[in-house]
C-alpha cells in the first residue's frame, strides 16, 4: 500500500465518509475498501492491514458485517450532521454567538450577505422567517434587516445566505495642523511643477458630513463669481434628511483634502492653511450622527452611492476617517467587501489606521490594533506622522497612539504609509462640537496627495476657490 494514498484500496466508505480507523461497508464486489489515515501509514499500519484482511476472509466477518455495517452508517450520519451545524455555524459571525441566549422575540440589526446578488425571493425567505428588509446593499450581494434571534440559525440553513453578521457600530477616527502639512508632503511641487491641484477630481468624503464653509467655494475674483465645491451631498443617518456636519469630523476632513485658504490669507494673518488638494470637488457622504458614530449598513450604502456616480463626479478616491475593531478576516466582513467592490469599480479607497497604539489591554504593546475597514488589503491604510510643527522631515516621528499592524485574523502588514496627522488645523464647521486630533488629518492628507496625482491637472488661476479655515 502506498503511504502517500489516504485512502488504501479496501473501502468506499458510506456516504463518502472517510475516518481514521477502518470502516466497512457492503458491496456487490467481493472487494472491500479500508480507509486509513495517513498519519498511521507505515509498518504499524500494514500490520494492521494485514490483520484486517484476515478478519475479511474469516467467518467472524460474516457475523459481525451487519453489526459494522450499522456503526459506519451511524458514524458517517453523525458526521454529516456535526458538518451541516459546522457549517451553518460559521456562516453566523463570532459577535452573534453572544446574541443567542435572548430572550424570544428579540430582534437584532443585521447584514447578511448571499452567494449572489438577492432578488425578491430571498428578500421573501427572510421575510417569511420574521425580517424586515432596511436597506438593500446588492454591492456586497447583501442587504440590511432586522431578524428575530431565533431567526438566525434557520436563515444560516439557507443555501443562498453566505454570512450574517451584525449591523456595527462605528465612529469617526480622531483627527486634530494644517500649517506645515503641504510642506511636509511636498504638495506645492505637485502645484507649481507639475499642476496637479485637484481640479476635476472628486472625493467622496464618507464622514459626519461636510458644511460648505467659505474654503470649500471656488471664487473667481476678476468677475466675483463663487460657487461651492461640495457638488453633491447625500444623508445616510437613519432619522433625519440634513447632510451638513452637526458633529464637526467631516468638514474638517474636506479641509485637509481641499481648503483653498481663502480665509487665512492676508497680512492679518502668519500662514495659509491650505488642503492638499485644493481645487478638488468633494462629494459628501453623510454616515456620521451628530455624536461621531453610524453604523456597517449606512457606509456601506454610501460606498455603493459613491460608485454609482463615480463618472457623474469623476469620484477617484474615497476617503474614510472613520473605522471599528476588528471582528472578522475581512473576506467576510460586509465592510471590507464593500471596499473591495469601490477598489473593482477603479477608485483609490483610503481608510484610517485608528488611534489604538497605546491599547496595551490584549498584551500586544499596541500591535495587531489596526480598524476595519483599513484591515483590508485592498485599501491603502495611512497611519500617524507627527511633524513637530515643521515643514523638515528630518523631525518626524511616527506617533506613538497610531494603531499597528498587522492586522487581526489575516496578519496583513498594516499601515502601507503614514502621513502627518497630529495638531492639524483646517476647517472648522459652525456649531460644531468637535475639535480634531490624529487620525483622520494623516488619512486625508494622503487622500489630497492621491487626489493631486489623479487628477487631470490645469491652471487654477481661472478657477479659483474660497476658503475658510480654523
Known amino acids: 500500500m502506498n503511504g502517500s494514498d489516504e485512502v488504501a484500496k479496501l473501502m468506499t466508505p458510506p456516504l463518502g465518509c472517510l475516518a481514521s480507523g477502518p470502516l466497512f461497508a457492503a458491496n456487490s464486489n467481493p472487494e ?4 486509513t489515515n495517513l498519519a498511521q501509514s507505515g509498518s504499524s499500519s500494514m500490520r494492521r492491514f494485514e490483520r484486517e484482511k484476515k478478519l475479511i476472509n474469516s467467518r467472524v466477518f460474516s457475523t459481525t458485517w451487519g453489526a459494522r455495517v450499522l456503526m459506519a452508517i451511524v458514524i458517517c450520519l453523525l458526521a454529516v450532521g456535526a458538518s451541516l451545524a459546522d457549517g451553518r455555524k460559521h456562516k453566523l459571525s463570532r459577535d452573534l454567538d453572544a446574541l443567542k441566549g435572548k430572550r424570544n422575540g428579540a430582534t437584532v440589526d443585521v447584514i447578511i450577505q448571499f452567494s449572489q446578488t438577492p432578488t425578491d425571493i430571498q428578500h421573501q425567505k427572510v421575510r417569511n422567517k420574521g ?3 432596511k436597506t438593500k446593499l446588492d454591492v456586497i450581494k447583501g442587504a440590511h434587516y432586522f431578524v428575530p434571534v431565533e431567526s438566525l440559525l434557520a436563515l444560516a440553513d439557507d443555501p443562498d445566505v453566505a454570512h450574517i453578521s451584525p449591523n456595527r457600530p462605528l465612529s469617526g477616527t480622531s483627527t486634530s495642523t494644517l500649517d506645515y502639512t503641504p510642506e511636509s508632503v511636498n504638495a506645492q511641487v505637485a502645484w507649481q511643477q507639475w499642476g496637479l491641484d485637484g481640479t476635476g477630481v472628486g472625493v467622496a468624503v464618507i464622514d459626519s458630513g461636510v458644511t460648505a464653509v467659505g474654503d470649500l467655494y471656488w471664487w473667481i475674483p476678476s468677475n466675483q ?27 474638517h476632513v474636506a479641509g485637509i483634502i ?12 502668519t500662514h495659509t492653511f491650505k488642503g492638499i488638494a485644493p481645487n478638488a470637488n468633494i462629494i459628501n457622504l453623510r454616515v456620521l450622527d451628530q455624536n461621531g458614530v453610524g453604523t456597517d449598513s449606512s457606509v456601506i450604502a454610501a460606498i455603493q452611492t459613491a460608485i454609482s456616480l463615480k463618472s457623474t463626479y469623476n469620484i477617484r478616491v474615497i476617503n474614510l476617517s472613520l473605522g471599528r475593531q476588528v471582528y472578522e478576516s475581512y473576506t467576510l466582513d460586509p465592510l471590507c467587501q464593500a471596499v473591495e467592490a469601490a477598489w473593482n469599480a477603479g477608485i483609490v479607497v483610503l481608510a484610517a489606521a485608528g488611534n489604538q497604539g497605546r491599547n496595551y489591554g490584549a498584551g500586544t504593546e499596541g500591535y495587531g490594533t489596526i480598524a476595519a475597514p483599513g484591515n483590508d488589503p485592498y485599501v491603502i491604510t495611512v497611519g500617524v506622522m507627527k511633524t513637530a510643527n515643521t515643514p523638515t522631515r528630518i523631525d518626524d516621528t511616527i506617533a506613538s497612539y497610531s494603531s499597528k499592524g498587522p492586522t487581526a485574523y489575516d496578519y496583513v502588514v498594516k499601515p502601507g504609509i503614514v502621513a502627518p496627522g497630529n495638531q492639524v488645523v483646517s476647517t472648522l464647521a459652525p456649531n460644531a462640537p468637535l475639535l480634531s486630533t490624529p487620525t483622520d488629518v494623516y488619512l486625508s492628507e494622503y487622500a489630497n496627495s492621491t487626489t493631486t496625482n489623479t487628477s487631470s491637472g490645469g491652471n487654477t488661476k481661472n478657477n479659483k476657490k474660497n476658503s475658510t479655515s480654523g
Open 32 to 35: 472491500i475498501y479500508v480507509s
Open 131 to 133: 425580517g424586515v428588509l
Open 225 to 251: 463669481t463663487y460657487g461651492s465645491r461640495v457638488v453633491y451631498s447625500q444623508n445616510f443617518v437613519p432619522g433625519t434628511t440634513d447632510t451638513s456636519d452637526q458633529y464637526g469630523h467631516g468638514t
Open 258 to 269: 481641499a481648503s483653498e485658504g481663502w480665509f487665512s490669507t492676508g497680512s492679518n494673518f
